[in-house]
């Protein structure tokens, strides 16, 4: 009696099969639509932010902070939900012979080709919006292209951290209810925009939203901008009276008619620079190690609990 032998396609054919799958489902399941909600969150972001970002250091500083949301809200909605939508399809499959490297490969470069996209999108629509991009190039030759890595390192840093999380979640409405947990963590442990204890400091290299923030306010050249806040707060207090005088305003005037503004702005941002937002290209180059770090991190842990998935028991 013969034994018929059963061939499983090789990593790399399964590879481009599930490839292909994924480009069928972003067609007929309307996973395209992750593209224009893109469009309409950076065209948010920079109508709120637009005309002061690389422009101020509070400017730049917010506008990178939201620039940082920006990725890591596309990449958490680009595939919190991939895995976990067909777990009991790659459990059935991985009997069968589907080698986990492959289906999580295909995911990865599926991933990437969308963040790249969604990268496409927000550089133009803010171009289209006026938004002031940088200026001046730290690794190539193009300051667009050093901006466009920052903002795809981090929305593929985030991407893989939500394709982790759905790789573990049991359903999709779990892994829903885990995102906003995470976007809370990426926010608040950003770095650089809220005030943590110090103590806690540390754990801000776990997220995308600092390395992304402090890539993208390095680029802007920050520790070159003035800062306009102690002016603006003082400003509002002009018509302070003091005895019957009004001491401020009339520093104010003087100020103004001796054209010294400027120069007092620019100077109370020497004051206040941060030496980790440096224009230096060894500040932009370890922010990208790091993202790229935390996205290997997280696509082979992903790999490691997959692998395990004929073990669960849910």
């Known amino acids: 009696m013969s034994v018929r032998r059963i061939r499983h396609k090789g990593r790399l054919s399964q590879t481009f099969i599930y490839l292909g799958k994924l480009f069928r489902m972003f067609l007929f399941q309307n996973d395209w639509k992750v593209l224009p ?8 972001v920079g109508f709120s932010v637009g005309k002061n970002i690389f422009v101020t250091m509070e400017g730049t500083l917010m506008g990178s902070f939201a620039f940082s949301c920006i990725c890591v809200w596309n990449g ?28 999580v490969a295909a995911h990865m470069i ?3 080709i969308l963040c790249i996209l969604q990268v496409i ?27 466009g890595i920052s903002l795809f390192l981090t929305t593929y840093c985030a991407d893989m951290l939500a394709l982790l999380i759905s790789s573990f979640a049991r359903t999709t409405t779990t892994a829903m209810t885990i995102m906003p947990f995470m976007l809370i963590v990426q926010l608040l442990f950003s770095g650089g925009f809220f005030s943590i204890p110090q103590s806690a400091m540390p754990l801000t290299n776990l997220t995308a ?3 992304g923030l402090t890539a993208l306010c390095s680029q802007g050249d920050y520790n070159s901008l003035p800062m306009v806040s ?32 400027d120069e007092l702005l620019m100077k109370s941002g020497e004051l206040n620079q941060k030496e980790e937002y440096n224009f230096d290209p ?23 609990l997959l692998e395990n998935i004929d073990k669960d028991k849910r």
């Open 37 to 44: 909600m893109s469009a309409v969150i950076a065209a948010l």
């Open 76 to 103: 958490f909605f680009n595939s919190i939900q991939m895995i976990c939508r067909e777990r009991a399809i790659v459990k059935r499959e991985h009997r069968s012979g589907l080698h986990i490297s492959s289906y």
């Open 110 to 112: 599926y991933q990437a």
């Open 121 to 147: 999108i927000t550089i133009n629509v803010c171009k289209f919006m006026g938004v002031k991009l940088p200026e001046k190039s730290l690794i190539t030759p193009f300051a667009f292209m050093d901006f």
């Open 209 to 211: 939203t600092k390395w």
């Open 230 to 261: 102690v002016w603006n707060n003082a400003l509002k207090m002009k018509n302070l009276d003091v005895e019957g005088e009004k001491p401020l305003l009339e520093a104010f005037t003087y100020i103004e008619q001796n054209n010294m503004r």
């Open 282 to 304: 060894e500040v932009l180059l370890t922010c990208w190690e790091w993202l790229i770090l935390w996205t290997i991190v997280y696509s082979v842990i992903t790999i490691i």
